[in-house]
């Protein structure tokens, strides 16, 4: 066995299980001084992978949930794990999904093997399309362009796993659009050089284990990219695709597709137009579940009162997240700021929707609520974020502020106006504490 090949895969293996967050899709080992140690389970792995396959680069996925190299998944119901890795193969130069089933004697061999038309993979999930208690394979093959990526599923056919999809894509979700307890796939694509783009919607029948056209919606052919796509609740009793979409230079807007009455819709796409502007942003901004609560909300851009004038590089935004309404439009939810700078999202009271402002100087962040009562602006509290080095040897300059968050090196500073008469201008350290998080 070589030696230099065993040595990269250990580390490579770990690397995908602790730093998921890789963005490189094949993992770069040259500068590795010393391998480190693994379980013996993922070594007995490396060791049957190894006879198997003479040169290989294991690969980690740049999108999706799971960014890791091996799984461990009981794919067959025997209440074994079954793992599941994702390679190159450099003899042949072919990307591959390696199946390895344990025998009796517990050792991985060779289950199922399956070659990928794509340059690389950019995404993979397990997934139950079918229910039938076991889990399918999708996935994201990368193709030369968006228009060549292929999706493949694969799914447990007389005991063996087979192809039972391929189709081109530009992405694609996963969720349970019609509340059958079995997740669905959309499958969007895009062609810009013709102006076209659908969403189409497959489901995996348990008998035949072939998946079926259900229904298809366009959207607007003439944009950029998607550049996120998030799937779930959309309402307390529906599920549905937030797709995030690129257009322009730096602007977005986001599609709401669910399927409703037998038919599959984009809910704020103007078909008459072909195009959404109901969602529409000045900048990219991804859609979550901003407050926790179960449901997606959508961001949109507000420009703060002050910043009317001021060019779109100098605007301080406020996102403010909406809920969709259940019907064709939207529905208030909640304000936050987040700054790229200084990496943190904060978010504003129920009560200031509207009519929060602020102020942004270098490293310092002056909130400010606008009363429409007395016509008047409140500066309720300064947000500062100084140099740990500088607050410690400086720590009277800074006697009247509280420590919000600490970093390595910065410390994240709080000093709160008490002198307000306006009642909904009021706010106290506790709020802004749990309120504030580091991130976006």
């Known amino acids: 066995m070589n030696g230099n090949k065993t040595f990269k895969l250990v580390f490579i293996i770990l690397i995908g299980f602790i730093v998921s967050g890789c963005s ?153 659009v019609d509340n059958d307890f079995n997740d669905e796939l959309l499958v969007i694509k895009l062609d810009r050089s013709k102006g076209k783009a659908n969403a189409t919607l497959y489901d995996l029948d348990i008998n035949s284990k072939l998946m079926y056209y259900v229904d298809q919606v366009k959207m607007d052919g003439y944009v950029n990219n998607y550049y996120s796509i998030n799937c779930g609740n959309v309402s307390k009793d529906r599920k549905g695709f937030l797709v995030d979409v690129s257009i322009g230079a730096h602007s977005s807007y986001t599609d709401l597709i669910i399927f409703r009455n037998g038919r599959l819709k984009n809910v704020f796409y103007n078909d008459k137009w072909e195009y959404t502007d109901l969602t529409f942003r000045p900048y990219a901004s991804k859609s979550m579940d901003i407050d926790n609560d179960g449901i997606l909300e959508i961001p949109l851009l507000r420009v703060p009162k002050g910043y009317e004038n001021a060019s779109f590089a100098e605007t301080p935004f406020i996102t403010v997240w909406m809920k969709w309404n259940g019907l064709d439009g939207l529905k208030y939810d ?90 909904k201008a009021t706010i106290n350290f506790e709020f802004i504490k749990e309120n504030f998080k580091l991130g976006r």
């Open 334 to 423: 909640v304000e936050t700021f987040s700054d790229y700078k200084n990496n943190f999202t904060l978010t504003f009271p129920e009560e200031w929707r509207n009519n929060a402002t602020l102020e942004v100087e270098d490293n310092k962040y002056i909130f400010k609520y606008y009363s429409i009562s007395e016509k008047k602006m409140y500066d309720v509290f300064e947000l500062q974020v100084v140099d740990k080095k500088d607050y410690y040897d400086n720590k009277n300059k800074y006697i009247d502020y509280n420590i919000l968050e600490t970093k390595i090196n910065k410390e994240y500073l709080v000093k709160i106006n008490e002198d307000i008469n306006e009642e």
């Open 24 to 176: 490189n899709e094949v993992l770069d080992t040259k500068s590795l001084l010393k391998p480190p140690k693994i379980s013996n389970k993922y070594e007995e792995i490396q060791l049957s992978l190894n006879k198997i396959i003479d040169e290989y680069t294991l690969v980690t996925p740049p999108e999706g949930l799971n960014k890791e190299v091996i799984y461990l998944f009981n794919l067959f119901g025997d209440e074994k794990e079954e793992s599941v890795i994702i390679l190159k193969d450099n003899i042949v130069n072919q990307m591959k999904i390696i199946i390895l089933k344990q025998n009796d004697n517990n050792e991985w061999v060779l289950e199922k093997s399956f070659s990928g038309s794509g340059y690389g993979v950019k995404r993979i999930d397990f997934k139950d399309l079918d229910g039938d208690g076991l889990n399918e394979i999708i996935v994201g093959w990368k193709g030369a362009t968006a228009i060549n990526n292929g999706i493949s599923v694969y799914s447990m056919v007389n005991n063996k796993f087979s192809e039972v999809f391929n189709e081109n894509y530009t992405t694609y979700g996963i969720a349970d």
